[in-house]
């Protein structure tokens, strides 16, 4: 069973900034139109948001971050929910 811990540890995993020493994103990672994963990145302390071309192994605008994480957005049901519970 898992418990309330191992669940909210999961959660915390999906958002925690991953060194690229760690991984490099790759497409599950995010969502793609063009073969790149949209990222949030941190380079020499300054956030960026920047792309990643997994089969190029390159980093747009020349960028080595540091640390990265996927950028999360709401799927289009959690906003219906969302919306649904303000209306109440």
Known sequence: ???LLERLQT???KYRWIPVSERLPTLED???IDGTVDVLGIEKGIL??????PKMNMWNYCAEPD???PIILPT???MVEKKNNECM
């Open 76 to 78: 289009e049901e959690k």
């Open 67 to 69: 640390f990265w994480k």
């Open 30 to 32: 995010g969502k793609s």
């Open 11 to 13: 959660e915390l995993d």
């Open 48 to 53: 960026f948001i920047g792309n990643y071309y």
């Open 1 to 3: 069973m898992i418990t």
